[in-house]
T-cell receptor
Framework: EAGVAQSPRYKIIEKRQSVAFWCNPI?????LYWYQQILGQGPKLLIQ????????DSQLPKDRFSAERLKGVDSTLKIQPAKLEDSAVYLC???????????FGDGTRLSIL | GDSVTQMEGPVTLSEEAFLTINCTYT??????LFWYVQYPGEGLQLLLK?????DKGSNKGFEATYRKETTSFHLEKGSVQVSDSAVYFC?????????????FGTGTRLTIIP
């Protein structure tokens, strides 16, 4: 089975610019997660979707971050405007159901200049 | 809140050495416990898991036992290989049904030298 697909793999932008990341989960997986992994740290959950609804976005900085999963399949994560501390790897994961084993994509490495 | 504490790295071992990476956790209930592995330039892969006390998870020669009395889930392998070089993350999952979420440790970088 195809894994979780993410794009782009790398992105370099200047602070105050905007950026968007895309994720395509494993086919049939209803639950989708976005994580932020800062260098030297473990991944931190930003948002969890169940189909096209948000289950948990308690750690999403909503003043600058937004995410959507309009048709319950693909998802996008946006940052606008970016700050230096947003430099990180953004990981997408999916599972067949909440609490199920999570399968991770390779991530998008974001560098803010 | 829930938290996971891992032994700090980096850890460097010779091939065929015995590996232990310590992991302890703090949780309000009865979490599931996981080890994930991240190879260079890749996302995380589930290595093994245990869902209740005294369960032993195992995969690819790695093992970890869920110890409720010591709130630990240490990762072990009897004989490591160069291909085991990666970052290892301990994690727990807790929450109400439908709202479980993973809390990760900071990761331990393992390097195996031939």
């Amino acid at each position: 089975e195809a894994g979780v697909a993410q794009s782009p793999r790398y992105k370099i932008i200047e602070k105050r610019q905007s950026v968007a990341f895309w994720c395509n989960p494993i086919s049939g997986h209803a639950t989708l997660y976005w994580y932020q992994q800062i260098l030297g740290q473990g991944p931190k959950l930003l948002i969890q979707f169940q189909n096209n609804g948000v289950v948990d976005d308690s750690q999403l900085p909503k003043d600058r971050f937004s995410a959507e999963r309009l048709k319950g399949v693909d998802s996008t994560l946006k940052i606008q405007p970016a700050k230096l501390e947003d430099s990180a790897v953004y990981l997408c994961a999916s599972s067949s159901h909440p609490g199920g084993a999570q399968h991770f994509g390779d991530g998008t490495r974001l560098s803010i200049l | 809140g829930d938290s996971v504490t891992q032994m700090e790295g980096p850890v460097t071992l010779s091939e065929e050495a015995f590996l232990t990476i310590n992991c302890t956790y703090t949780a309000t209930g009865y979490p599931s416990l996981f080890w994930y592995v991240q190879y260079p330039g890749e996302g995380l892969q589930l290595l093994l898991k245990a869902t209740k006390a005294d369960d032993k998870g195992s995969n690819k020669g790695f093992e970890a036992t869920y110890r409720k009395e010591t709130t630990s889930f240490h990762l072990e392998k009897g004989s490591v290989q160069v291909s085991d070089s990666a970052v290892y993350f301990c994690a727990l999952s807790e929450g109400n049904f439908g709202n479980e979420k993973l809390t990760f440790g900071t990761g331990t970088r393992l390097t195996i030298i031939p």
